[in-house]
Nanobody, 111 residues
């Protein structure tokens, strides 16, 4: 089992930016799907951005053009750059690597 630790969440005003990080306890490999998900209060967890095992990236329609997923194999890390944040982006954000999940980091977008 891979331990995943997210960080970078916080309170930000609408239009602002945050960069989330997810560091794995082991080396990460592109053959496994890895990505970011979020869960807003009272809602189901949803996919935000993902690296597929085939090497493609995909984004939820609601974040396309605003969020960018990236990864650094040397640092065993995955990132989510979030720009032009909106109140509806408020959620707990989770990273996932294969079948393992992090504990989540809370993002609140509010004035």
């Amino acid at each position: 089992q891979v331990q995943l630790v997210e960080s970078g969440g916080g309170l930000v005003q609408p239009g602002g930016s945050l960069r989330l990080s997810c560091v794995a306890s082991t080396n990460i490999f592109s053959i496994y799907t890895m990505g970011w998900y979020r869960q807003a209060p009272g809602k189901q967890r949803e996919l935000v951005a993902i690296f597929t095992s085939a090497g493609f990236t995909d984004y939820a329609d609601s974040v396309k053009g605003r969020f960018t997923i990236s990864r650094d194999y040397a640092k065993k890390a995955m990132y989510l750059q979030m720009n032009s944040l909106k109140p509806e982006d408020t959620a707990v954000y989770y990273c996932r690597y294969a079948s393992d999940w992090g504990q989540g980091t809370k993002v609140t977008v509010s004035s």
